[in-house]
C-alpha cells in the first residue's frame, strides 16, 4: 500500500491509515487502555511497518471503527463530494489499484457526462505473506499466537490455503456450502 500510496500522490490522491485496535493482542501489545498506549502502539507499528502515510488513530471506543464496518483491513476510496467510490472489507493493493484506476478514468472523463453510475460487488482474492503474518503474531506474543490458532481451529480452516469447497466469510455474502446448507 505504501508503494500505491506514492504511485498515485501525483493524481490527487491521499491516502491514510487509520489505526483503529490491535488487531491480535498479546503480551507486548495489549488492548488500548489509554490514548497513550495506544500512540505508544502506533509508533511501534510504523517504525517496524515503515508505514509513510499519514496515521490517524482512532478513538478507544473504536468511534471511526464503528463508522467503517470493524473490519480489521478495510480499504475506502471516498472521493472530494463524499461518494463512496469503493470499500473492500480486505485490502489487497491489486484490487485497490483497479479501483483507483477507474476513478481516475471517471473524473478525468466526466465532462463528456457519458457515465451511469451503478453499484456493483465482487469477490476478489488477495495473497497474504504467511512468514510475515506470523511473524507479527508471535512480536505481539504468545497470547496472540494462541488466539490465531484457536480461531483457526474453531473455524475449521487451516493456516496454509483453505478448501476451494469453502466459501468466503464475508459479510453480506449468502453463499453456502452444499455442507452448510444441509445439500449433499
Known amino acids: ?16 491509515f487509520i489505526y483503529t ?60 463530494g463524499g461518494l463512496i467510490h469503493y470499500k473492500s472489507a480486505w485490502t489487497s493493493a491489486a484490487d485497490v489499484a483497479d479501483a483507483l484506476e477507474g476513478v481516475l478514468d471517471f473524473q478525468a472523463n466526466r465532462a463528456k457526462n457519458q457515465w451511469a453510475l451503478f453499484y456493483s460487488e465482487r469477490t476478489a482474492w488477495s495473497t497474504r505473506d504467511q512468514a510475515r503474518f506470523h511473524e507479527g503474531l508471535v512480536r505481539a506474543g504468545p497470547q496472540a499466537v494462541a488466539d490465531y490458532e484457536r480461531m483457526l481451529k474453531g473455524s475449521g480452516t487451516s493456516r496454509n490455503a483453505p478448501s476451494p469447497d469453502i466459501g468466503p466469510r464475508v459479510p453480506g455474502n449468502f453463499y453456502r456450502t452444499e455442507e452448510e446448507s444441509g445439500e449433499r
Open 1 to 16: 500500500m505504501e508503494r500505491l500510496a506514492d504511485q498515485y500522490a501525483n493524481r490527487a490522491v491521499r491516502s491514510v
Open 21 to 80: 485496535r490491535e488487531a491480535h493482542p498479546g503480551e507486548n501489545y495489549r488492548h488500548h487502555r489509554s490514548m497513550e498506549e495506544k500512540r505508544r502502539n502506533a509508533r511501534a507499528f510504523l517504525e517496524h511497518s515503515k508505514v509513510r502515510r499519514q496515521i490517524l488513530l482512532d478513538d478507544l471506543e473504536g468511534a471511526a471503527h464503528r463508522s467503517y464496518g470493524l473490519l480489521p483491513n478495510m480499504t475506502w476510496i471516498i472521493g472530494r
